[in-house]
């Protein structure tokens, strides 16, 4: 659905975006991340058109966006992380505007405003002026300008910036339900948000694509080793130095108190391929203490993130 491919952005000397590539399949949840300056906003901003690139292709169901500007355009819904709000103007005289001038016709305007007020959460406040809104329902009128004329593509920067706990679960879910039927882009500094949204991440640092890959694969790219969460009931001396032994085991280490007689651990093993888990089951079964958890502990979406960035490193 979108095809980016040896884009470049340059100001004078500065090469903000640097020769990258991906793609986006159609009715797929993306997340695009980087640290502030990684050249995300810019990416996106030559992706919707807002600016043009220094050389590359950006096309959009097959339509260049060079030599099909509006073409592109009319199948992208953008939301920005400042939207270009009008606070003077009611929810409804708000969309109705932006309707107009994505040509929305007429005897469509009504039905389609209200099933997008309907699920950001708007329809009780449609009256009120912008001006008077949270920033979290100015968040929300962002959302929906962004759902005029039903586009294909949404790109959405920091979408849930502003709003509470309980507003990013239902954004989340607005989200969710939004991608059965489009394609999305969705750049976030919240992680944990973007792991549990997004099938697949993009991560860009200093102009170029650092990693790009399911968050699982990801984990699997950059950590090697095999790291599990015990719980074993048994004295906990004997059960570290019986552990220890265990052809395979890098180290262990005690990680408190589960309850009466039973503690908790973390192991480390020499890699992912040797897996212990059988051995390890074996010899607590031998010395008669109940393995009462076994959890394989994964990187998450903010250690991928770190060691990405951090460490320059590519997978």
């Given at each position: ?25 159609k ?61 003077d ?70 979408p ?22 489009r ?67 890098k ?24 897996d ?40």
């Amino acid at each position: 659905m979108i095809e980016i491919q040896n884009l470049t952005k340059k100001y004078g000397q500065i090469v903000a975006v640097n020769n990258i590539s991906f793609n986006v399949n159609k009715g797929e949840i993306v997340g695009f991340l980087g640290p502030n300056g990684a050249g995300k906003s810019t990416t996106m901003n030559i992706i919707t058109g807002y600016l043009p690139s220094t050389a590359g292709t950006v096309k959009v169901d097959g339509y260049d966006i060079m030599t099909h500007p509006s073409e592109v355009k009319k199948r992208i819904g953008y939301l920005p992380e400042a939207p270009p709000l009008y606070r003077d103007m009611t929810v409804t005289e708000y969309l109705k505007f932006v309707s107009n001038l994505n040509n929305v016709p007429k005897k469509n305007q009504k039905g389609q405003m209200a099933d997008i007020m309907e699920l950001v959460g708007l329809t009780d406040h449609r009256k009120r002026l912008i001006d008077n809104l949270s920033k979290g329902y100015r968040q929300r009128v962002g959302l929906a300008q962004a759902l005029i004329g039903n586009p294909e593509v949404l790109i959405l920067d920091e979408p849930t910036v502003g709003l509470d706990p309980k507003q990013i679960i239902e954004i989340r879910r607005v989200i969710k339900a939004l991608s059965q039927e489009r394609t999305i882009i969705l750049s976030s500094h919240i992680l944990p948000e973007v792991s549990a949204i997004c099938e697949r991440v993009v991560i860009i640092n200093k102009g170029i694509i650092a990693a790009e890959d399911t968050p699982e694969r990801l984990s699997m790219g950059l950590d090697q080793t095999l790291k599990l969460s015990l719980t074993i009931m048994g004295p906990k001396d004997k059960v570290i130095e019986t552990v220890k032994k265990i052809n395979g085991v890098k180290y262990m280490e005690e990680a408190g108190m589960a309850g009466e007689k039973s503690y908790k651990y973390i192991l480390e093993g020499i890699s992912e391929k040797n897996d212990i888990r059988e051995k390890l089951f074996y010899a607590m079964a031998e010395n008669g203490w109940p393995l009462l958890e076994v959890k394989s502990s994964v990187m998450t979406l903010e250690d991928i993130f770190i060691s990405v960035v951090t460490k320059g490193q590519e997978v």
